[in-house]
């Protein structure tokens, strides 16, 4: 089906060719920042179904999108995430998929993953020091999810990166950890300010850091910044002759954060968020449930566009209706 690449173009001049589809809100972690409690089931897990995701993906992908990154909750519990894979990778157009996990399979499901089409990996770690991380996730798994990460490196995938929440408690001599870390490893460390959400309020206000703190850091340290690809994410990296790996961060409280976005996300439900920190969505499952309505579908997605906001509120403190990260995938 053809497109006009004029038509993932929304009202500011921003073009979209990244899809974050969220394949479910079940998480198994109990990350202090997101769900320190744990994920409690609220109502029916009625997610998208692989034939409704292979449906959706070719849809944007008809309207040249050439990224999928699957996201949760943690998109590998479900069952079916190799099949859920094999269908992505099936679709036309589609030349990178990634994931981002809490790495807790990695270690025994990452050349399937391989074998099954995903191309880029980020692994969410948000501290290296065994304690620290056991604390912050709820899980003393810091050496199960190491040992995967390493063996995603061996497998060869085209990009291995780790996130990692900048907090209070592990700002500074974290910085130090993973420059350490990264010297002969090739892997992207990109540290993510804490973002506020309807359920993190008070957390919020304890353990927010800026990442100009981190930026500082890397400029005094002799890191230098390197160029983005028009498909990237929202993070700046950074490298140094000395290190084998890279370092960078994803900074959503700095003025026009938002210019460059270059991406839409579909919940695990099958709604179009057209912002993380916006209400509400619009429908698509309608829409999937036969291979018929497709056109409907690619009309749909772009009609969608001109709602698309210049950018997010965060800085008045209004994140729109994210309970927590988990529920949309971050």
């Not at 309207?63 to 479900?78: A, F, I, M, Q």
């Not at 008070?202 to 990442?211: E, I, P």
């Not at 056109?295 to 209004?318: M, N, P, Y």
Request: net charge neutral; aromatic share 10%; with cysteine.
């Amino acid at each position: 089906m053809a497109f006009d690449a004029a038509a993932m173009t929304d009202g500011f001049g921003r073009r979209f060719h990244y899809l974050r589809l969220s394949v479910t809100e079940v998480c198994n972690f109990s990350c202090t920042y997101c769900l320190p409690n744990g994920w409690k089931k609220t109502g029916p897990l009625s997610f998208l179904t692989v034939e409704e995701i292979g449906r959706l993906v070719a849809g944007f992908s008809d309207l040249g999108l050439s990224k999928v990154r699957l996201t949760g909750g943690e998109p590998t519990v479900r069952k079916d995430f190799d099949a859920i894979l094999r269908t992505v990778a099936a679709s036309p157009g589609v030349a990178k998929i990634a994931v981002t996990t809490n790495g807790w399979n990695l270690a025994r499901q990452v050349e399937g993953w391989r074998a099954s089409g995903l191309t880029h990996i980020n692994l969410s770690i948000d501290s290296i020091d065994p304690q620290v991380f056991h604390r912050i996730t709820g899980h003393d798994k810091l050496g199960q999810v190491l040992t995967g990460l390493d063996r995603a490196l061996e497998e060869g995938f085209s990009a291995v990166k780790v996130n990692a929440v900048l907090l209070r408690e592990t700002a500074e001599a974290g910085f130090d950890d993973w420059a350490r870390f990264v010297r002969d490893r090739p892997v992207s460390v990109r540290f993510i300010e804490l973002m506020k959400t309807t359920e993190n309020d008070d957390f919020f206000t304890r353990h927010h850091v800026r990442a100009d703190r981190f930026r500082a850091w890397l400029d005094h340290n002799g890191w230098m910044p390197t160029p983005r690809a028009f498909d990237a994410g929202p993070a700046f990296e950074y490298r140094h002759p000395d290190h084998a790996g890279a370092l960078g961060f994803i900074a959503p409280y700095a003025p026009g954060f938002c210019d460059s976005c270059n991406r839409l996300r579909v919940t695990a439900r099958g709604k179009l968020r057209l912002c993380l920190f916006g209400d509400g969505g619009v429908d698509l499952r309608e829409l999937l449930q036969n291979d018929d309505d497709r056109e409907a579908l690619t009309r749909r997605i772009v009609s969608s566009l001109g709602g698309k906001a210049a950018g997010h509120d965060l800085a008045s403190g209004r994140s729109g209706d994210l309970k927590n990260l988990a529920q949309l995938g971050g």
